[in-house]
């Protein structure tokens, strides 16, 4: 079994930076892709960033581009996602996952039913 632990959120003005963290148990973390993903009130699931086995490669949506970065430490077990410039837009609750059977593909990487495992998710929110 494995389990993800996000933590990292909370309430920041527009322009200012979060780190959000994600803990995974389990002994193969290394082979685990990782994903961010978000939801807005009354809005879809949306892909974040995700994130190759070994950190090598890595895939943005187009609304966070150049704004957020996605790591891995595998030494550690724990996935980020690094935001900065944070907009009123981003306001939502942000899951982690873990997909641990794939082979990495930046196009498949930013569907959800791609993960096998999410987190609890962990509230974001940006004031104007």
């Known amino acids: 079994q494995v389990q993800l632990v996000e933590s990292g959120g909370g309430l920041v003005q527009a322009g200012g930076s979060l780190r959000l963290s994600c803990a995974v148990s389990?002994?193969?973390?290394?082979?685990?892709?990782m994903g961010w993903f978000r939801q807005a009130p009354g809005k879809e699931r949306e892909f974040v960033a995700g994130?190759?086995?070994?950190?090598?490669?890595?895939r943005y949506a187009d609304s966070v581009k150049g704004r957020f970065t996605i790591s891995k430490d595998n030494a550690k077990n724990t996935g980020y996602l690094q935001m900065n410039n944070l907009k009123p837009e981003d306001t939502a609750v942000y899951y982690c996952?873990?997909?641990?059977?794939?082979?990495?593909?930046?196009?498949?990487?930013?569907?959800?039913?791609?993960?096998?495992?999410w987190g609890q998710g962990t509230q974001v929110t940006v004031s104007s």
């Open positions: 389990g002994r193969t973390f290394s082979s685990y892709i």
């Open positions: 994130i190759s086995q070994r950190g090598f490669s890595t």
């Open positions: 996952a873990a997909d641990t059977h794939s082979i990495w593909n930046p196009e498949s990487a930013t569907r959800t039913l791609r993960y096998d495992y």
